[in-house]
C-alpha cells in the first residue's frame, strides 16, 4: 500500500473514533478505556498527525511543526511541566537543530527538492493528500485516467492546463474536510461535478464559458465536501 494512501486511511480512522467518542460523550454515555486521558486529548492528535506526515516524506516541515506544539501543550497541560521550564529546553533543542541543518543540508533539503519535482505530474494517475498544507499540482498527462484527491485542513491547486484525457474522460474523486480545491481546465472541457456537499459549496467562476465543448473531454469531480469549497475555472 502507498504511503499516501495509508496516511488517508488513518487520518480518516482517527477523525471517525474521534467524532464517535466525542458524541458518545454529549450524548450522555459513560465511557470505560484503560487508557491514559492524555491519549485521547487534541494534543495526541497533533502528535499523530505529526508522525503520520514525518513518515510520508511530503511534508515533513508540517509534520514537526504539529509533533512540536502537540508535545508541548500536552506536557504543560497534562503532566503539569512549567511554562518557562518548556522555553529553557526548547531553546537548546533548537540550537542544536539549528546546527544540524546547517552541518547537514541536504538532509533536510533534498527531500524538499523531490516533493517540488512531484508537483508536475505526467503518469495517467494521480493521489494527494494535503494535511495542513497545501500546493500546486501541474498535471501534463497526455492521456489522464483519474485521481485521488484528499485535503484534510488545507488546499489543492490542479492545473489541466498542458493535459489530454483519456478517451473514457477523467475522474477526481475529491474528500475534503475545512478545505478549498480549484481545479483550472482547458477552455473546451466539459466539467461534471458529482459531489456530496455538507455546508459547502461547488462553484464554476471560468470567465468566459466556452462556446462549444469537446464531448469527448469530460473531467467528472465526483466525492465528499464537508465545510470546503471547489471552484472550477480557466487555465
Known sequence: MKTSNLARIIIGLLFIALGVLLF?????????????????????????????????????TTGLVLLFIGA??????????????????AIPLLLVLGGVVLLFPRLFFKKKRRV????????????????????TRLIESEAFRQGEVTCVFSGADLNFKNAGLDKKGGVIQLSSLFSGCNVFVPADWEVKTE?????AEVS???????????????????????FSGLDIKTA
Open 24 to 60: 458518545m460523550k454529549l450524548a450522555g454515555f459513560a465511557i470505560y478505556l484503560p487508557l491514559p486521558d492524555f491519549l485521547l486529548s487534541w494534543q495526541m492528535i497533533l502528535i499523530v498527525l505529526g508522525i503520520i506526515l514525518i513518515a510520508s516524506r511530503e511534508n515533513s
Open 204 to 226: 464554476d467562476k471560468r470567465l468566459k464559458k466556452p462556446d462549444h465543448t469537446d464531448h469527448e473531454k469530460v473531467l467528472y469531480v465526483r466525492g465528499v465536501l464537508l
Open 195 to 199: 459531489v456530496t456537499t455538507i455546508f
Open 72 to 89: 508541548f501543550f500536552m506536557a504543560r497541560s497534562h503532566f503539569g511541566v512549567d511554562l518557562r521550564m518548556l522555553i529553557r529546553t
Open 116 to 135: 517540488r519535482d512531484k508537483h508536475i505530474e505526467q503518469a495517467e494517475d494521480l493521489e494527494l493528500v494535503n494535511v495542513f498544507g497545501g500546493g
